[in-house]
């Protein structure tokens, strides 16, 4: 057993309590306990203690939506919309993509992630078995979905039944790992047909998987749809019973007051994505709203080809300021809202009821931000600090499921007297 002290622990627990001087103890790969540091310290007295000074200790965030490979684009094309983005400059570029570019790649996306603080991801990509490998090898914690299109051949199969053979080997080979574990991921209602998507529902159902989507990114997307399908994307997913308490949406920037209740009325998990949806122009996804009718929502990164980046901290700074200005009030979006869609909202669109708390019988998946740094004082409200003050930079340690995985440089700081 292991017990790491810091000047403050914000547990994110149910009931959010904020320990100052707080302490956790670590016993394999769970928190055992957490609370006041005297109070931890006094239970575990012959534990090995690490103090980590002016220092914030709280749970890793979550990722719930990344292309993780695309830091190989990272700059590319920057600066259009959407779909001529992708058909210009990303669609043609994957098309050559060979296994140890997409595991190279995934692999600098997923040291960014742990070096800003980030302990778990969703990805959504192709030959995903690279990807993986890579975050067997980096020690994160992922959900990973092989992405399904119409489009065949393509680089995760030559044909439907090919591509379904690959998820059914990344499920099989992968679900025994304490870590990590396969979704199924179609694309978009513009990339797949209706007899696909159901096929695709009836695989994750199969498999015991996660189905996650994007879905409804852009007024242009919802357009196209009701042309084509004669429902909006919400409507139009529902409408082939591929919407459950089991699903994941990412995006959701247009969406009407009806597709709210329908996702809250299924038990979808949405995830928002404002740094790309403001840099392709994507829009504003109404946050406040899909909160207040009960939708559990997460904050993702997006691919760092469109973002660019794949730092949570920086990601949640934005989701705070991002949700008031849509709902045009201060108090639509509070520091804890953000923070909490950031790691519970984060754990639940993952299904991973263990991540998103310190708590005892929670996953040990945690990270350090320095209050060692000018912008980081004072601290009248540490929540506020972290959604407002930090930019992920700050972190000197990061922890996953027990072990350390990530340690920044040294910071001063003055002892914790408990």
């Not at 979550?62 to 695309?70: D, G, I, T």
């Not at 529902?201 to 399908?229: N, P, Q, S, Y």
């Not at 969406?255 to 998990?269: K, S, W």
């Not at 928002?272 to 939708?295: C, D, E, H, R």
Request: aromatic fraction near 6%.
């Amino acid at each position: 057993m292991k017990l790491y002290a810091a000047r403050y622990l914000v547990t994110q627990n149910d009931r959010r309590e904020v320990f100052s001087p707080g302490a956790i103890a670590v016993d394999g790969r769970f928190v055992a306990d957490a609370g006041s540091a005297a109070a931890v310290m006094a239970r575990h007295g012959g534990a090995a203690v690490e103090d980590l000074g002016e220092s914030v200790l709280l749970p890793g965030f979550v990722n719930a939506h990344a292309h993780v490979p695309m830091s190989a684009f990272r700059g590319l094309g920057d600066d259009k919309p959407l779909m001529a983005w992708l058909n210009e400059d990303i669609f043609t570029r994957e098309a050559k993509w060979k296994p140890g570019g997409i595991e190279r790649a995934a692999r600098a996306s997923l040291e960014e992630m742990l070096a800003t603080g980030t302990t778990s991801f969703f990805d959504m990509y192709m030959l995903e078995e690279n990807v993986f490998r890579a975050a067997d090898e980096t020690g994160i914690r992922g959900l990973l979905g092989e992405n399904v299109t119409r489009f065949f051949p393509q680089l995760g199969g030559e044909t439907e039944e090919a591509l379904f053979s690959r998820i059914r080997e990344n499920a099989s080979a992968w679900r025994a790992h304490p870590r990590l574990d396969a979704a199924v991921a179609p694309h978009a209602v513009y990339t797949t047909d209706p007899g696909l998507l159901k096929r695709a529902r009836a695989l994750a159902d199969d498999l015991g998987c996660v189905f996650a989507m994007h879905m409804a990114e852009t007024k242009g997307e919802t357009a196209d749809c009701i042309a084509a399908r004669g429902m909006r994307p919400v409507q139009y997913c529902d409408s082939l019973g591929i919407l459950d308490s089991r699903t994941t949406l990412f995006h959701c920037v247009d969406v009407d007051d009806r597709d709210i209740d329908t996702l809250a009325r299924r038990g979808c998990a949405v995830v928002t994505n404002p740094a790309s949806n403001l840099k392709l122009a994507s829009g504003v996804a109404p946050v406040a709203k899909m909160l207040a009718a009960g939708v559990n929502v997460a904050i993702g990164t997006d691919g760092p080809a469109s973002n660019n980046a794949q730092n949570m901290v920086r990601e949640t700074w934005l989701a705070a300021l991002v949700g008031k200005c849509a709902a045009g009030a201060p108090d639509a979006m509070t520091a804890q809202m953000a923070l909490d869609m950031a790691t519970r909202g984060g754990a639940a669109a993952l299904h991973e009821p263990k991540a998103g708390s310190l708590a005892p019988g929670f996953y040990a998946d945690f990270f350090a931000l320095s209050l060692d740094c000018p912008h980081m004082r004072p601290v009248n409200d540490i929540v506020s600090n972290v959604v407002y003050c930090a930019t992920g930079l700050e972190n000197t340690l990061t922890v996953v499921d027990g072990r350390e995985v990530w340690r920044g440089p040294a910071k001063g700081g003055l002892p914790i007297a408990v």
